[in-house]
């Protein structure tokens, strides 16, 4: 199947069209009891900021102040040695170790504030190996808590599916921000990372968001653009795993920030663009509530069928492209299943743009 078929067929009917009868969704969060609703404002935007404003810069200002202070000296030199000898971690597999942020009452508030659901369209056989397509990137990628926290009932409704989410080596290289992204369950978003992982065991699995940075760049409200048509290696490496292919629609990623344009901010974009090149990320202009604050929107991840793949050591181009226009069929038919319930004041429908 070409790619062009695959994307023309979304609105072709067949069995796909109708909502599989093995669905199941988290329940709705009702708010907390006794907080009132001053307390439950302050909690959940805390929440929300914690994950926001806990970045890159807000670390390595912290490192640097303890660097300074030659009180905290021996453990500036104890930590050091902690990640040279826990720098293979990210890319073998990540750790545990960290569980217990996980189960923090944060994410209860996080979860709240959002008012996340996960929807299972399908059961995951727990001996199976999963590679799964996180769509749309949004500005921040706000909806990957569904999948690492317990807050959405996910290892209720996928029993003994260890995931792992696939992020920039560059995350893990800065003192104290490696072990926040560690704790989240993040690993390199490397081959042979992801690969190591795929190949522990039964129910072990990735997710990627699959349009990564450049796809940032698109996220604009009632909308959902996909960077999707070139990126074939995920495809690659689940064929090489045998991992099968699962797609997943975040419905409300996009809708948390308005963006900058091109047309009103040509110089922006430019830049956005450069920084891409070089750096292999870049970073959108996007403001909220106060700011950096996203807006509150309900988020809903959708989790589609898993997607077969015959194991295969080298696969030919041709199986790649074969397999790379099912995710991108089975995806398309995901959306549209779904988009009336989860998107209703959608500006236009999902589009895969580049």
């Given at each position: 199947?070409?790619?062009?078929?695959?994307?023309?067929?979304?609105?072709?009917?067949?069995?796909?069209?109708?909502?599989?009868?093995?669905?199941?969704?988290s329940?709705?969060r009702?708010?907390?009891?006794?907080?009132?609703?001053?307390?439950?404002?302050?909690?959940?935007h805390?929440?929300v900021?914690y994950?926001?404003?806990?970045?890159?810069?807000?670390?390595?200002?912290?490192?640097?102040?303890l660097s300074?202070w030659?009180?905290?000296?021996?453990?500036?030199?104890?930590y050091?040695?902690?990640?040279?000898?826990?720098?293979?971690?990210?890319r073998?597999?990540?750790?545990?170790?960290?569980?217990?942020?996980?189960?923090?009452?944060l994410?209860?508030w996080?979860?709240d504030?959002?008012?996340l659901?996960?929807?299972?369209?399908?059961?995951?056989?727990?001996?199976?190996n999963?590679l799964?397509?996180?769509?749309p990137?949004?500005?921040?990628?706000?909806?990957?808590?569904?999948?690492?926290?317990?807050?959405?009932n996910?290892?209720e409704?996928?029993p003994?599916?260890?995931?792992?989410i696939?992020?920039?080596?560059?995350?893990f290289?800065?003192?104290?921000w490696?072990?926040?992204?560690?704790?989240?369950?993040?690993?390199?978003?490397?081959?042979e990372?992801i690969?190591?992982?795929?190949?522990?065991?039964?129910?072990w699995?990735?997710?990627?968001?699959?349009?990564?940075?450049?796809?940032s760049?698109?996220?604009?409200?009632?909308t959902?653009?996909?960077?999707?048509?070139?990126?074939r290696?995920?495809?690659?490496?689940?064929?090489?795993?045998?991992?099968?292919?699962?797609?997943i629609?975040?419905?409300g990623?996009?809708?948390?920030?308005y963006?900058t344009?091109?047309e009103?901010?040509?110089?922006?974009?430019?830049?956005?663009?450069?920084l891409?090149?070089?750096?292999?990320f870049?970073?959108?202009?996007?403001?909220?509530k106060f700011?950096?604050?996203?807006?509150?929107r309900k988020?809903?991840?959708?989790?589609g069928?898993p997607?077969?793949?015959?194991?295969?050591d080298?696969?030919?181009?041709?199986?790649i492209?074969?397999?790379?226009?099912?995710?991108?069929?089975?995806?398309?038919?995901l959306?549209d299943?779904?988009?009336?319930?989860?998107?209703?004041?959608?500006?236009?429908?999902?589009?895969?743009?580049?």
């Amino acid at each position: 199947m070409k790619l062009d078929q695959a994307i023309r067929s979304r609105t072709e009917p067949n069995g796909l069209d109708r909502k599989p009868v093995s669905i199941e969704k988290s329940k709705d969060r009702k708010p907390a009891k006794g907080l009132g609703p001053l307390g439950s404002f302050i909690r959940q935007h805390f929440a929300v900021c914690y994950y926001v404003f806990h970045s890159f810069l807000f670390m390595a200002i912290l490192w640097w102040c303890l660097s300074h202070w030659r009180a905290f000296w021996p453990m500036i030199i104890a930590y050091s040695i902690h990640m040279w000898m826990d720098r293979h971690t990210a890319r073998t597999g990540g750790t545990d170790r960290y569980q217990w942020v996980l189960d923090l009452p944060l994410w209860s508030w996080y979860a709240d504030y959002f008012s996340l659901q996960l929807v299972r369209t399908t059961p995951l056989n727990p001996d199976g190996n999963y590679l799964f397509g996180y769509h749309p990137h949004g500005i921040y990628v706000f909806g990957t808590p569904i999948l690492v926290t317990n807050q959405c009932n996910f290892r209720e409704l996928y029993p003994n599916i260890k995931l792992r989410i696939g992020t920039l080596d560059l995350n893990f290289y800065a003192p104290l921000w490696r072990e926040m992204q560690l704790a989240m369950k993040l690993i390199s978003v490397s081959a042979e990372s992801i690969k190591t992982v795929l190949k522990k065991g039964p129910g072990w699995s990735v997710a990627l968001v699959i349009g990564g940075a450049q796809e940032s760049m698109l996220a604009y409200p009632g909308t959902n653009d996909l960077v999707l048509k070139r990126r074939r290696g995920f495809v690659r490496i689940a064929i090489e795993t045998g991992a099968a292919l699962v797609p997943i629609f975040v419905f409300g990623e996009n809708d948390l920030y308005y963006q900058t344009t091109p047309e009103r901010n040509p110089k922006v974009t430019a830049f956005q663009k450069w920084l891409q090149k070089r750096c292999g990320f870049s970073v959108p202009f996007g403001y909220g509530k106060f700011g950096w604050i996203p807006r509150r929107r309900k988020l809903t991840a959708v989790v589609g069928a898993p997607i077969h793949v015959q194991k295969q050591d080298c696969p030919p181009k041709e199986y790649i492209e074969e397999m790379h226009a099912k995710y991108i069929q089975s995806l398309a038919k995901l959306y549209d299943t779904y988009k009336d319930e989860y998107a209703s004041d959608r500006i236009r429908d999902m589009r895969i743009v580049q």
